[in-house]
């Protein structure tokens, strides 16, 4: 059974910092591309930042290049976001993803239960 399962959400204030993790198994974890989506309230499910295979090549949104840092370690089969200068707009369910390169949901075949992040005074 392939699964994803992510951890490392809470809250947090404003200019703080977390690290999301997501553990892969089921299927060999160092041939896809990962990602990280997220959803906020009453939105739609957006594109956070994407990773190569090996680690590579990475992508992200606009709204979060410069502070949000996407990394894997491929023999621990985890995948990981820094997140650093949180910001209030930040805060949505976070999902990571399994499958092909880009930023699109298509892209993906496979998705974790979401971790809550909260930026909050």
């Known amino acids: 059974q392939v699964q994803l399962v992510e951890s490392g959400g809470g809250l947090v204030q404003p200019g703080g910092s977390l690290r999301l993790s997501c553990v892969g198994s089921g299927r060999t974890f160092s041939s896809y591309s990962m990602a990280w989506f997220r959803q906020a309230p009453g939105k739609e499910r957006e594109f956070v930042a994407t990773i190569y295979r090996g680690g590579g090549s990475t992508y992200y949104a606009d709204s979060v290049r410069g502070r949000f840092t996407i990394s894997r370690d491929n023999a621990k089969n985890t995948l990981y976001l820094q997140m650093n200068n949180l910001k209030p707009e930040d805060t949505a369910v976070y999902y990571c993803?399994?499958?092909?390169?880009?930023?699109?949901?298509?892209?993906?075949?496979?998705w974790g239960q979401g971790t809550q992040v909260t930026v909050s005074s």
């Open positions: 993803a399994q499958g092909l390169y880009g930023s699109s949901a298509s892209s993906y075949d496979t």
